[in-house]
């Protein structure tokens, strides 16, 4: 890299920026996809009616996890309850709460062997969504760099240097993806 040119570090920097993002929302995805442990992180996207708006789950009880196969929600008002009980039966999470009265218990029974190569699927298509938008930016940063030979400012000698280490970028970012991927497999696959 060329350190005497501010453009190019800006090209740099908001590319790795953009990558890191990526990564995150990536891992941030996969925290929501169910494996055979209760996790609170699958109940963000939950919201409830809360009078009339819907607000996330979080904000209206506590959720803990005693077991690793049980979630508990303990709503703070127990008007709330049958709100709470409905918005998870009616999310995609294939889960049956169990309401006492006082707080909503959801066991996580045991995943198939059919549903576990399923979500190993779905992991699957998501590890390569991820490893495309980190791509889209290894093209946008290229095409910079271009705009700077075209105007002069770097030779091409110096565009193929820096064209490589948006590569040597984009590989790691990349391989990060695969790593996350591998490890969500990994649990997701454990009986």
């Known amino acids: ?43 963000e996207g939950i919201k409830v009616n809360y009078y009339g708006t819907m607000v996330p789950l979080n904000q209206v009880s506590t959720l803990s996890v005693p077991e690793s196969r049980l979630i508990v929600i303990h ?28 707080l909503i218990r959801v066991p996580f029974p045991p995943l198939t062997e059919e549903r576990r190569r399923e979500l190993v699927r779905v992991i699957k298509k998501m590890e390569e969504e991820s490893k495309i938008a980190i791509r889209n930016i290894r093209r946008d940063a290229n095409e910079q760099l271009k705009k700077l030979e075209k105007d002069k400012k770097i030779s091409q000698d110096q565009l193929r240097r820096e064209q490589e280490g948006i590569q040597a970028l984009t590989d790691k970012y990349i391989k990060k993806v695969e790593e996350l991927t591998g490890i969500k497999e990994k649990e997701i696959m454990e009986v």
């Open 1 to 43: 890299m060329v350190e005497n040119l501010p453009e190019i570090k800006a090209i740099y920097d908001d590319a790795k920026a953009r990558m890191e993002k990526s990564v995150e929302n990536y891992k941030k995805e996969l925290s929501k996809i169910r494996t055979g442990r209760a996790s609170i992180a699958l109940f």
């Open 75 to 102: 709503p703070w008002e127990t008007r709330m309850i049958h709100e709470i009980e409905k918005a998870i039966r009616q999310s995609d999470l294939g889960l049956s709460p169990v309401n006492d009265g006082r």
